[in-house]
């Protein structure tokens, strides 16, 4: 079975960091590109950063630039974001999708997991 | 930045067609794709590059692209096709999403 696990989410102070971990099964892990996108609370979709499928290219959102580090263990069949300076508006469901080169959307996600930034 | 333009909610009748739009500039010229969301669930894509479905995906979905508007159709609602909706594009190496479309079946 295809499947994506995020892990790490919690509560974490403005300011503080934290380290989202996806595991991914049942797919060619290191053929794919990978991307984390937060829902906030009510909110809609929000593209937050994407990692190429050996890891020597990343990109990110502007509001997250300076802050986060996307990276990826391909011999774990991992992916990671490293969130750091985290504020308020950080707060949200973080899912991570596999990239379909050949469709060029999200075919994969994962179930997401929680991030919540409070003092 | 590219921007893209969703209704905020569409209602459709029961066994009826709902239509959800997703407007942007020239978005005929780009592959457009879209997401079903239910409540408390993970984004699925329920079409991409602007009119083919996963497998999986009921025919009953459909989609279009040309000019300035992206359509998806829902051909026959039923009950369970109720969730958000979301286009999405690329512009550049970014990810754009539209503000989503809340379909309510009556």
């Known amino acids: 079975e295809v499947q994506l696990v995020e892990s790490g989410g919690g509560l974490v102070q403005p300011g503080g960091s934290l380290r989202l971990s996806c595991a991914a099964s049942g797919l060619s892990f290191s053929s794919n590109e990978m991307y984390w996108v937060r829902q906030a609370p009510g909110k809609g979709l929000e593209y937050v950063s994407g990692i190429n499928s050996n890891g020597h290219s990343t990109y990110y959102a502007n509001s997250v630039k300076g802050r986060f580090i996307i990276s990826r263990d391909n011999s774990k069949n991992t992916l990671y974001l490293q969130m750091g300076s985290l504020r308020t508006e950080d707060m949200a469901v973080y899912y991570c999708?596999?990239?379909?080169?050949?469709?060029?959307?999200?075919?994969?996600w994962g179930q997401g997991t929680m991030v919540a930034v409070s003092s | 930045s590219y921007e893209l333009t969703q209704p905020l909610s569409v209602s459709v009748d029961l066994g009826q067609t709902a239509t959800i739009t997703c407007g942007g500039n020239n978005i005929g010229s780009r592959n457009v794709h879209w997401y079903q969301q239910k409540p408390g669930q993970a984004p699925v894509l329920v079409i991409y590059r602007d009119s083919n479905r996963p497998s999986g995906i009921p025919e009953r979905f459909s989609g279009s692209n040309s000019g300035n508007t992206a359509t998806l159709t829902v051909s026959r609602a039923q009950a369970g096709d109720e969730g958000d909706y979301y286009c999405?594009?690329?512009?550049?190496?970014?990810?754009?999403f539209g503000g989503g479309t809340k379909l309510t079946v009556l």
């Open positions: 999708a596999r990239y379909s080169s050949s469709w060029y959307a999200f075919d994969i």
């Open positions: 999405q594009v690329w512009d550049s190496s970014a990810v754009v």
